[in-house]
């Protein structure tokens, strides 16, 4: 996988190449194609379960994120590329939300690539956008995180990595499930 190449290549710059790896990983996931982020914070948070590592994992995963997105954003506002364009306004077209609400639900069920794109394309309010990427971020990677804790503070470290690398499966799985049944409502519309 490349967040774990990413994560071994900055391994011997101890915290420092934790955090730019998980910088990397969650700007990639933003601009490029999907990293499973969520998976890599909890595994970069397991080196130190404690809760002021895991606000700074939040805080960086978050810069990461608004980074990410609005760069794909000024790429998508000046360069507009017709048949992108077309695809994506088609695409906009099956979603539940018309509008910026749509990147909350993206939180919970992955179905907007290139979100900062779909922003410029749909000529979404851009502050509001960031907000919205950026708080449904917040509330979800905290409560992953907020859930791991209660595992290393519950069960002993093996069986506390054993239940967050559920909690993550779980969460890769419940992302898919969501996606899955919104395809299909969207093809019985």
Known sequence: ML???IIN???DFGIIGELFSLFIIYFIDSTLFPTLPEFFLLVI????PC???GIVLILVSLASTFVGNSIIYGIAKKYEIPF???IMEKYSNILISKNEKMLL???IAPVLPYAGAF???N????RKSMFYIIIGGAIKFSILIALSATFYSLFERGLAQKATFYLIIATIILGFILSYFRKINHKGE
């Open 9 to 11: 290549f900055f391994a």
């Open 45 to 48: 948070y397991s080196t130190n």
């Open 3 to 5: 967040g774990d190449a």
């Open 123 to 126: 000529k979404w309010d851009y």
């Open 84 to 86: 992108i364009k077309k």
């Open 119 to 121: 922003i410029a394309v």
């Open 51 to 53: 809760l002021g590592w």
């Open 105 to 107: 639900i993206n939180r």
